[in-house]
């Protein structure tokens, strides 16, 4: 089983590493994609902290993904389409499209992964 995660990873905290690990008992294979800094400001209104070749690293570090790829500058949804995962994985407190992903993508069960004390492990709490 396939499964893709996505993010901007502002920073790793123990809530990325538990979004991670939680996307990485879902299958055999976890892909994760990081969004790429025009993107950011689009969705956040704002820059990430970090750009997004320190933001990849970040998660290629820390050693819980199998692949990590950048996602795409226009068509955030190509990444599903090249990957083919079985599971999307999405944070609790993620913005996705779901009725959009469940008619083009029906194939993909989509899976939303718990908090690890939002309250203390947010990238907007911890970033300002």
């Given at each position: 089983?396939?499964?893709?995660?996505?993010?901007?990873?502002d920073?790793?905290?123990p809530?990325?590493?538990?979004?991670?690990?939680?996307?990485?008992?879902?299958?055999?294979?976890?892909?994760?994609?990081?969004?790429?800094?025009?993107?950011?400001?689009?969705t956040k209104?704002?820059?990430?902290?970090?750009n997004?070749?320190?933001?990849?690293?970040?998660?290629?570090?820390?050693?819980?993904?199998?692949?990590?790829?950048?996602?795409?500058?226009?068509?955030?949804?190509?990444?599903?389409?090249?990957?083919?995962?079985?599971?999307?994985?999405?944070?609790?407190?993620?913005?996705?499209?779901?009725?959009?992903l469940?008619?083009?993508?029906p194939?993909?069960?989509?899976?939303?992964?718990?908090?690890?004390?939002?309250?203390?492990?947010?990238?907007?709490?911890?970033?300002?």
């Open positions: 089983m396939k499964v893709i995660g996505f993010g901007t990873f920073g790793i905290h809530g990325h590493l538990f979004f991670l690990r939680e996307l990485k008992k879902l299958g055999d294979e976890l892909i994760v994609i990081i969004a790429r800094d025009k993107n950011v400001v689009k209104g704002k820059p990430a902290k970090f997004e070749n320190k933001r990849l690293n970040f998660i290629k570090k820390e050693d819980i993904a199998d692949n990590v790829f950048f996602g795409e500058h226009d068509d955030l949804y190509k990444c599903l389409k090249e990957h083919k995962p079985n599971i999307i994985g999405l944070g609790y407190d993620q913005n996705a499209d779901i009725k959009y469940k008619e083009y993508f194939e993909i069960e989509i899976v939303r992964v718990g908090a690890c004390e939002p309250d203390r492990y947010k990238s907007s709490i911890i970033n300002g």
